[in-house]
């Protein structure tokens, strides 16, 4: 089955900067990867996703890249807010399969 | 997300109790989801059902059970609940694309439950 490597498993930064968390999956047919956000006692919630036929996709201050030879895919946060501390979430799909997360990243952005 | 609702969002059992966790939802999606999340573990999968007569087991399922008992409500049980049972339960639901491909999952609040 599907196996989801995420790291780093704690990220700090200072407001403003950048923060990247990466992730690794092993089956070569999965083919979408979502990025979940969650809160401190909130659900998880979709905030960008990206299908195998793309490499790069951008939503303001997020972007997703996806290198499908190495099997990694990355998110990244331009401009970090406070607001932007939580948990994240990267997950990988196989057509009419289960998703499988990784283990999450717990962000903290520093005033 | 408000379509996707849970009850209880808190319970304290005792060991050796039956307790079931419902989940109801009005995005009208054929599949549903129950995951478990602990601390530094992530979501894992228990059960999912791709519609009222597909069952199938996650990567947790030993000690779980579910029901459909119809395409908007996916229940939970655990027939005699211990205490490494003690974690956070979310619901899910995801839509059946157009070309078959299992698209966005939307989660429900979540339940505490707790296993003394």
């Known amino acids: 089955g599907e196996n989801v490597e995420q790291h780093p498993s704690t990220l700090s930064v200072q407001e403003g900067d950048s923060a990247v968390i990466k992730c690794t999956y092993s089956d070569s047919a999965s083919n979408y990867f979502p990025w979940y956000k969650q809160e401190l006692g909130k659900r998880p919630q979709l905030i960008i996703d990206i299908r195998s036929n793309v490499g790069e996709k951008k939503d303001q201050r997020i972007a997703v890249t996806l290198n499908k030879t190495a099997k990694h895919f990355s998110l990244h946060i331009t401009e970090t807010q406070p607001e932007d501390s939580a948990v994240y979430f990267c997950a990988a799909l196989r057509s009419n399969y289960k998703l499988t997360f990784g283990k999450g990243t717990l962000l903290t952005v520093n005033p | 997300d408000a379509d996707v609702t849970q009850t209880p969002r808190n319970r304290i059992t005792k060991t050796g109790k039956r307790i079931m966790l419902e989940c109801s939802q009005t995005k009208g999606h054929d599949r549903m989801y129950w995951y478990r999340q602990d601390p530094g573990l992530g979501l894992r999968l228990i059960y999912y059902?791709?519609?009222?007569?597909?069952?199938n087991k996650g990567e947790i399922s030993d000690g779980y059970s579910v029901s459909r008992q119809a395409q908007a409500k996916f229940s939970l049980s655990l027939e005699s609940a211990i205490p490494n049972q003690t974690a956070l339960y979310f619901c899910?639901?995801?839509?059946?694309?157009?070309?078959?491909?299992?698209?966005?999952?939307?989660f429900g609040p979540g339940t505490r439950l707790t296993v003394l």
């Open positions: 059902s791709f519609d009222v007569k597909d069952i």
């Open positions: 899910a639901t995801s839509d059946k694309g157009t070309s078959g491909n299992t698209d966005t999952q939307y």
